[in-house]
């Protein structure tokens, strides 16, 4: 699964949901991946709004990943003039699009529950006494 | 006509396959009306839309969506998601959806098709666009979720009584036929951003016009109306596609 499907993930139990501590999902024992896929700049500019950029720089240091930079990339630091994607946005694609769990655990920060990921596919189905 | 997306790859035994209903949603969703309403939506250089379909099954739904987003969302900055409960289907729908996408090759980016029940391991506010194509068809029982899918050491009458279950959830919608996508549709205004639209499909026992009505009562300004409809005729299965939107 890749990284950025977990900007828009959270704990499957419903009352974890108020909880803050329950985003992003911890990852654990996770064996990483890289799958090439090709870059679309528009659609990193556009995504980038979207992130949580305090979850996501978490998320690359549990991982042991590079770090990312302190704030948000703006618009010219992510295309030169020339229209050109720059090495930043390069990075970000990387991370967000190309970089995946293929198998491990997401643990709930809020009640410490854990999905397991196997084949690079998660599983949020919760136990019938979670539900 | 959009090309419909090739599932040559599902194995009916135990995954959904396209049916009337996936080529209703198929047709509503690239219909002139609807392209329409998700353009002025969603217009381009606003944050990527996040399509998310609940229940993918074969995947044809959302790979049509994400391999033709430019035609129907008018950009292809899209980023697609699936989730289902059988992860036989989660896996055949990730293929599904890639294959579009490379035919197409102005395509959408699939994020993943996680295992998951319906949109409860979404975060609230983060759906753009929603689409179930829900098990509809009354039935005595709802069949339980499934917990664990076992992959290997069923003996060949377990895996039958697997598979047939895993169909089961497919089609089997409990009293009505409404008892998951009612569980959905307490999900939409929790799950779905501001700028939220949401495509339930549904048949004539589930008793579309009440469904309507009712959504139209929701606190906090909610519409819902009848966008697309097939089997008029002598078809028993009549069925329907509701949209569902904010209007404050």
Known sequence: MKLLTLNFLTCAIKTCKSNPASFPLHPKDAELEQIEIDMNPIFIRNILPRLDWVALKTLSSELGLASLPEDVPTEEELMGEDGEATQTLKDLHVLLMETGIASGRLCCGACGHEYAVKEGIANFLLPSHLV | ?248
Not at chain 2, 72 to 81: E, F, K, P, T, Y
Not at chain 2, 133 to 152: G, H
Request: glycine share 8%.
């Open chain 2, 1 to 248: 006509m959009l090309p419909t997306p090739s599932t040559s790859h599902v194995d009916p035994s135990r995954i959904y396959e396209p049916a009337e209903d996936s080529y209703l949603l198929l047709d509503t969703l690239s219909s002139g009306s609807e392209t329409a309403f998700l353009q002025q939506r969603f217009p381009p250089e606003t944050p990527c839309p996040l399509v998310l379909e609940v229940g993918t099954g074969s995947g044809v739904v959302l790979a049509f969506v994400n391999a033709h987003a430019k035609r129907i969302l008018g950009r292809s900055d899209v980023a697609a998601l699936g989730t289902d409960v059988n992860s036989f289907a989660c896996k055949a729908a990730a293929q599904t959806v890639k294959l579009a996408a490379s035919e197409s090759g102005i395509g959408g980016a699939l994020l993943d098709v996680v295992l998951g029940d319906l949109a409860s391991s979404l975060i609230p506010g983060s759906v753009d666009v929603l689409i179930f194509n829900p098990p509809y068809v009354p039935t005595e029982e709802l069949p339980t979720q499934p917990e664990n899918v076992a992959d290997e050491g069923l003996s060949r009458d377990a895996e039958f009584e697997r598979d047939s279950h895993l169909l089961s959830l497919s089609y089997a919608g409990g009293v009505d036929g409404m008892e998951t996508t009612n569980r959905l549709l307490e999900q939409i205004p929790q799950v779905l951003s501001r700028r939220g639209v949401a495509y339930v499909l549904l048949c004539k026992q589930n008793k579309p016009r009440e469904v309507v009505q009712q959504i139209q009562g929701w606190p906090g300004g909610w519409n819902a109306e009848i966008v697309g409809s097939s089997g008029k005729q002598a078809g028993w299965e009549k069925l329907c596609v509701v949209r569902i939107w904010r209007v404050s």
